[in-house]
Each structure stands twice: as structure tokens, then as C-alpha cells.
């Protein structure tokens, strides 16, 4: 008799991690069943009842395979953890399951669904699976002293500054989430301008790949800031979880604030999406980008109802956005995915900014925040969310036409843009729209070519990946800011939706 029950597309995901993640096709399912069950553990909210539902094109697994229950000896790599994995889920939990084999199936099912579901919408083919594992499964954990203790990497760091011709001394260090931050005094300034050319050098003598060494300067005389990253196993997760916590400060406040995780020291990042007013966002596959537009759509749904914000969402891929079909802050027709109804719901916000235009000249006020201000229009801001701007460019460059007009004129009617794509390129990103659209968030890209498209500078290319982002709003700062985005689960985005 079966004990876990899948569905037809938890086999499939399965399957695509056994012949593209291991490469092995005949390798046992029990292998990933258990990497999803780990990955489920590493969320701190607890899977729902929706994984319950046992469907017949599914299929059906025994804990003798599973956890290896009953089993004394190694059978075909198969061990009896079952004890241990019932502990780790009664811990989990807080409850005892071992007096409830029921409830333990039960929940041991829920938890290797959602993990199956959290590698299908976080792993992509092409992303090697082992370091996909221990990006998802290990960074965040203290593993205990590292095997290089904090004197030797400093040690380490001004071997390598004096290789590349540069003589300094550590003032400081800061960690952060995923950064250490040293501050160096540099006795001659001439050095300052051999550390910047020498940046690509350094990063390749101190081990890291693709990863670059970010320099900014300070305002203490000859000491300059420089931020090195650490090993993934010892990042911090930056958790959903503090939204909530946070959106209890905001809500009532008639701004769009959107808090997207950390800066590099540690600190809370938020900003104005009314002073942005209009928001590119780019970057390459596995970046983070399309978690980075949930931070943005989660922050808005926490802090404000339907009557002060609705969202008109564009999701060509139709999977990004499907979580939010039904929520009440929808405008228009709900989430759209044909081209042809997006045009249409673009030059019906066109005709919307048009419309809200000449109430403002009728109320004497240049702007929607005047007009709410001195109680003169109570009109609904607009966030107009494009989930995969290139694909839709490829299909129709007409969409550009109404896309500029609202990037110019929108911005006083309280429509506010925000594009997104995993190709940033002169082709997607115009020059009109570029012009017209000042702030930008950047995340890993695989050219600094892409890096220019999106920010008009180099860096994005050097970023961590995983949710590591340049953030160039002009409004909050004249230089890029570099933020690590908070992890959002699929649960997050579900506790968020029941709450609306």
C-alpha cells in the first residue's frame, strides 16, 4: 500500500532532474524525492494543504523506498533514515509524529512536494544541479570556523594588494550577508587608481572566478571601502519573512514603498516606486530577476488595498504571474499573456493616463499625490507590471508606442511602468524607453555589454547571482547601490494572497 503520493508534474520535474541533473536517467526517483524534501526543510514557513490532493496521474511511493523504513541492511543504496527523518519533521513541526504515522505521511508528503516545486520554479537546465544544490541546500549555514581563520584571509588580501602593486592597511571589516567589507587606508593616493585597474587581477589571485571585487570611496580621507565576497555555504538567507514585519510599519502610508532584501551591510532596503516613477529590471536566467519583481508585488500587496493600488500584469510566459489570477487589486481583464491583449490593455492605460490627465487640469493640480493631498480626486495608483518585455518586443514592435508615451506622460496620473527581461539588449531596452525610464535594478548578466544596457556602466556582469542586484535609482542615490534580494518561496507568495 502507498504511503506519498505524487502528481504528473512532480514526475516530471523528477525526471528532469534525474536526465539533466545527474544525467542518469535510471538513477532511483528516491534520490531526488529526498534532495526535494531537504529544500523544503530549508523554508521556514510550512508547506499547506494544497500537496494533499492525490492525483490519479500521478505516482505512488512506499517509506520503504522513501525513507528506507524496516529496512536493516543497504539494499540498493537504500538505508532506514526513517527515524531520523520523522525527528527532523516532529522538530519541524513542534509536534510528536511518532505517535501519529498518519500525520507524519501526512506532512513528509507536503514537504517533498513543495520542494519538488520549489526546483521546478527555481532550477533551470542549464544551471549545473550540484552547485544548484549548494547554493539552495547549504549557503546561509555556519559550518563553524572556516578552514582560513579572519588574520590569514587579511593576510591573504594585502599579499595580493602588493602583487598588484598597491600598499595598504586594514583599518576595518564589516560582514555582511553575503560580503566581508574591508576598509583600507591607502598612505598614497596614487595607489587608488592602481587598485582600480588592478580590481580584475586581484579577484582572479584571491580565488573568485567570476565573482569581482566591488572598490567605493569614503568619506574618510585615503580610506577606501572594498567589498569581497564570501563562499556561498557562508552566505545569510535574506528571509520573505520579514515583509509581513515590515508592511505593519507601512500600511495606512499613501507611498508605494518596496523593501527588496539587504543592502551589502545588513541594513533593509526599501525605496518609493511613486519618486522612481518607472522601473527597468533585468538579468540573465537564474539571476533573480523574476523573484525580484515578487519582492516588489508582495511589498505592494501587504501595504495596500485594491481601492489605493491595482496591478495590471503582462506575463507572456504565463507562469511567473499565475499566482496572482484572482487577487482583487487586478486591473482590467486580469493577468494577460497574448499580444494581442496586451496592446490592448497598454492603450487602454493610455487612454486611463488621458482621462486622469485633464482631472487634474479640471482640479488645478499638477500631480496625483497634490490632488490626493488636498482631497480634490481619489483615484487608485497603477503599477503596470511587463514580466518578459523581449519576448513581446519580438513578437510586435507596435508595443513600444504606447510603452513610451506612458514612460513620458504617466508619471503625474500615478501610472507607473516596470519592465522586465532576461535579455537586456538595444533591441528590448530602446533608446526612448532608456531615456524615459532613469531607474534601473540589475541583476546577473552574462556580458558587461548587457551590464551597460541596463545601468550605462559596468558591474553587473561581476554580481553574485542568486539575487544579488545594482540598484540605480536617481531619486535615492546618484551611484548604484548594490542590495541582496530576500528569497521568496512559492509559500511566501500563497500567505501573502490568503491575507488580501
Same mark, same amino acid.
Given at each position: ?52 490532493k ?10 520503504a ?15 532506514d ?10 522538530t519541524y ?6 505517535s ?9 508528503? @507536503?514537504?517533498i ?13 542549464s544551471?549545473?544541479?550540484i552547485?544548484?544544490?549548494?547554493e ?6 555556519d ?8 588574520t ?5 588580501l594585502?599579499d ?7 600598499s595598504?592597511?586594514?583599518k576595518?571589516?564589516?560582514?555582511g ?5 574591508y ?22 589571485r584571491l580565488?573568485?572566478?567570476?565573482e ?5 570611496s569614503?568619506?574618510?580621507p ?22 509581513p514585519k515590515?508592511?505593519?510599519?507601512e ?7 518596496v523593501?527588496l532584501?539587504?543592502?551589502?551591510l545588513g ?6 516606486l ?13 539571476s ?9 508585488l ?42 494581442t ?37 481619489q483615484?487608485?495608483?497603477?503599477v ?14 507596435e ?13 503625474s ?20 524607453l @532608456? ?21 550605462d ?12 542586484m ?7 542615490s546618484t ?22
Amino acid at each position: 500500500m502507498a504511503d506519498i503520493f505524487t502528481s504528473k508534474a512532480d514526475e516530471l520535474i523528477i525526471d528532469q532532474v534525474l536526465q539533466y541533473g545527474f544525467s542518469s536517467a535510471k538513477a532511483p526517483k528516491y534520490t531526488v524525492l529526498r534532495l526535494a524534501l531537504a529544500k523544503s526543510l530549508r523554508i521556514s514557513t510550512e508547506p499547506n494543504d494544497s500537496f494533499d490532493k492525490n492525483e490519479e496521474d500521478g505516482a505512488e511511493y512506499t517509506l520503504a523506498v522513501l525513507t528506507g523504513k524496516t529496512r536493516d541492511e543497504d539494499i540498493n543504496g537504500i538505508r532506514d533514515f526513517d527515524d531520523a527523518i520523522c525527528a527532523l519533521l516532529s522538530t519541524y513541526h513542534n509536534e510528536d509524529l511518532f505517535s501519529n504515522l498518519k500525520r507524519y505521511k501526512t506532512l513528509l508528503q @507536503r514537504h517533498i512536494r513543495r520542494g519538488l516545486y520549489e526546483i521546478k520554479t527555481s532550477w533551470n537546465r542549464s544551471h549545473d544541479f550540484i552547485v544548484y544544490l549548494q547554493e539552495e541546500l547549504f549557503a546561509g549555514l555556519d559550518f563553524g570556523p572556516s578552514q582560513q581563520s579572519s588574520t590569514a584571509i587579511e593576510i591573504i588580501l594585502i599579499d595580493a594588494l602588493k602583487e598588484i602593486g598597491v600598499s595598504a592597511e586594514i583599518k576595518n571589516k564589516i560582514q555582511g550577508p553575503r560580503i566581508d567589507r574591508y576598509f583600507l587606508h591607502l598612505p598614497n593616493i596614487q595607489h587608488f587608481d592602481q587598485l582600480k585597474r588592478g580590481l580584475e587581477k586581484l579577484a582572479f589571485r584571491l580565488g573568485l572566478q567570476q565573482e569581482g571585487v566591488f572598490i567605493h570611496s569614503t568619506s574618510e580621507p585615503k580610506v577606501v571601502a572594498m567589498d569581497i565576497p564570501r563562499s556561498r555555504q557562508n552566505w545569510k538567507t535574506i528571509n520573505a519573512s520579514q515583509i509581513p514585519k515590515w508592511a505593519e510599519q507601512e500600511k495606512g502610508n499613501e507611498r508605494l514603498t518596496v523593501w527588496l532584501g539587504e543592502d551589502v551591510l545588513g541594513k533593509p532596503f526599501t525605496f518609493d516606486l511613486i519618486d522612481t516613477p518607472h522601473l527597468l529590471i533585468a538579468g540573465t536566467t537564474g539571476s533573480g530577476k523574476s523573484i525580484c519583481l515578487h519582492a516588489i508585488l508582495l511589498s505592494l500587496l501587504w501595504t495596500q488595498s485594491s481601492e489605493n493600488l491595482q496591478l495590471a500584469l503582462c506575463d507572456p510566459k504565463q507562469v511567473e504571474l499565475a499566482h496572482y489570477e484572482h487577487i482583487p487589486h487586478l486591473y482590467g481583464k486580469g493577468v494577460v499573456h497574448l499580444i494581442t491583449d496586451v496592446m490592448e490593455l497598454l492603450e487602454q492605460l493610455v487612454d486611463e493616463m488621458e482621462r486622469r490627465n485633464q482631472l487634474l487640469r479640471e482640479a488645478g493640480v499638477s500631480n496625483l499625490t497634490e490632488a490626493i493631498q488636498q482631497r480634490k480626486l481619489q483615484l487608485p495608483r497603477i503599477v503596470v507590471v511587463v514580466e518578459e518585455l523581449a519576448d513581446l518586443m519580438m513578437q510586435s514592435r507596435e508595443l513600444e508606442t504606447p510603452l513610451v508615451r506612458l514612460a513620458q506622460k504617466a508619471r503625474s496620473t500615478g501610472i507607473h511602468l516596470i519592465l522586465a527581461t532576461q535579455r537586456p539588449d538595444s533591441v528590448t531596452f530602446s533608446g526612448l524607453l @532608456r531615456t524615459n525610464i532613469p531607474s534601473r535594478i540589475a541583476l546577473r548578466v552574462q556580458k558587461n555589454t548587457e551590464s551597460r544596457i541596463i545601468l550605462d556602466e559596468m558591474g553587473a556582469e561581476q554580481l553574485l547571482g542568486s539575487g544579488d542586484m545594482l540598484v540605480k535609482i536617481p531619486q535615492v542615490s546618484t551611484n548604484a547601490i548594490r542590495v541582496h534580494g530576500a528569497y521568496i518561496s512559492q509559500d511566501d507568495i500563497k500567505l501573502c494572497l490568503r491575507n488580501l
